[in-house]
């Protein structure tokens, strides 16, 4: 009998070898579903909120201008679908594609932005040259850009990730590429985008471990330049100087700022009602697009402000939790950049509609109109997923090797 045991003893312990292996996948399985769900569910939600809040912000502007109340929405609608597809796609892309991509990316990101320059081609609102008009489309490659320059930033980091604590490797050739992408940006002129841009990059080299020494400096360097950009131009100079105090000219330089407050404030604790905003009738200057969130404020009040940016908190946080959780360096910095991204342009929207910051015309990501920004939000959001599906296909790959394997034997 215990000759039959001891020559039982490489199976049973080949059995719980085998056992342990799959507790272990079906873990890495469920805890990716669960970071999967995170991510996707908060994305529907403000991606349907943003459509609701479109067609209410925009009806009264919209109809005015084009005689329906319904063109921004339509085309928001479209966007979504488009987007949507983005992110099915993206999701099912293994992420490591993305380092292949990255470079090309950042070349067609770096020629639309050379494209819009030119008067043929850019079409210029507001005084800025930010988009491109093919037909009925409009692209902004601006939006492209933060996509292209994340991938890169990706792509280097991870290449450098044994040097980042020389100066030199971690901001060569991070550095240039940043600088020539940001200097197309603000030619358009968008000091808003510029921002962004540089802080995803930064927030990157936060997450990648470089020493707070040279975050410091890089930070003196680039808010120094920051300020000479600001004092440079009038308007700029105007928005900083209404952001202070805009009570002081609140039917000039303050005029935005003011009317977003009056419309947060009457909103109450559940809101005047869907549809029923009043500052939607031409008071609040783009007020589907930066100012968005001011009339969702309005209309829903503060518990619909709460429950979006809970959304918002929620999936920045699944972001955070896919980047930790990445099974390489490359994954690690995508995630973290796309997370960046997401979450530093929310605070940018979110504290120039509030106050807390000043203005800079960046939208609410998911939520302002805008098809560009929807579209390479939403594969942006895609690129997480997949990453946060990596570990169920290694999982798959081990459970199909580790049927070949049983079948070999028998």
């Known amino acids: 009998m215990a000759s039959r045991v001891a020559s039982l003893a490489p199976h049973l312990r080949l059995v719980r070898t085998d056992e342990g292996r799959h507790e272990r996948a079906r873990a890495r399985i469920q805890a990716a579903n669960r970071s999967v769900a995170m991510l996707v569910l908060p994305a529907a939600g403000l991606t349907v909120t943003g459509l609701a809040m479109v067609l209410s912000a925009s009806s009264v502007s919209a109809y005015a201008r084009y005689g329906s109340s319904f063109v921004f929405f339509n085309r928001q609608a479209a966007y979504a679908v488009v987007g949507t597809l983005g992110l099915l796609l993206a999701a099912h892309i293994r992420y490591e594609a993305w380092r292949r991509l990255s470079l090309p990316l950042l ?12 008067p043929a081609a850019g079409t210029v609102v507001g005084g800025s040259a930010r988009w491109i008009t093919l037909g009925s489309v409009t692209i902004q490659p601006s939006e492209l850009a933060k996509l ?14 044994d040097r980042l604590d020389d100066l030199g490797h971690l901001i060569l050739p991070l550095l240039p590429v940043v600088l020539v992408v940001c200097l197309l940006v603000m030619l358009q002129p968008d ?20 020493r707070l020494r040279h975050l410091a400096t890089i930070a003196i360097a680039s808010g120094g330049l920051g300020f000479a950009l600001i004092m440079g131009e009038s308007y700029r100079r105007a928005r900083l100087l209404s952001y202070w105090n805009p009570w002081a000219d609140p ?19 559940t809101g005047v009602g869907l549809g029923a905003s009043r500052q939607k009738w031409l008071y609040v200057p783009n007020a589907h697009t930066d100012f968005v969130f001011s009339i969702l404020g309005e209309e829903l009040g503060l518990v619909g402000e709460l429950v ?48 807390l910051l000043p203005i800079t015309g960046v939208p609410l990501p998911l939520v302002s109109y805008g098809g560009s ?32 394997k049983r079948g070999e034997r028998r």
Do not use: C, H
Not at 148 to 161: D, E, G, H, I, Q
Not at 194 to 205: C, E, R, Y
Not at 251 to 269: D, E, F, H, P, R
Not at 394 to 402: H, I
């Open 308 to 355: 979006v940016l809970a959304m918002f908190g929620l999936l920045v946080y699944a972001g955070i939790r896919v980047a930790a959780r990445a099974p390489d360096v490359f994954g690690r910095m995508l995630a973290a950049g796309v997370a960046s991204w997401i979450g530093l342009q929310t605070v940018v929207n979110l504290g120039a509609v509030t106050g």
């Open 251 to 269: 039917q000039n330089t303050g005029y935005q700022l003011v009317q977003s407050l009056i419309a947060l404030g009457s909103g109450g604790w």
């Open 148 to 161: 292209a320059v994340v991938t890169v930033a990706a792509m280097v980091l991870a290449r450098k990730w």
């Open 107 to 118: 070349g067609v990101s770096l020629l639309l932005l050379a494209l819009v320059l030119n």
């Open 191 to 210: 000091l808003g985008t510029t921002t962004l841009i540089a802080g995803t990059v930064f927030l990157m080299l936060f997450a990648a471990g470089a």
């Open 373 to 404: 920004s929807l579209v390479v939000t939403l594969t942006g959001i895609g690129i997480l997923v997949g990453i946060a599906r990596a570990p169920v296909r290694a999982a798959r790959f081990t459970e199909r090797a580790a049927a070949r």
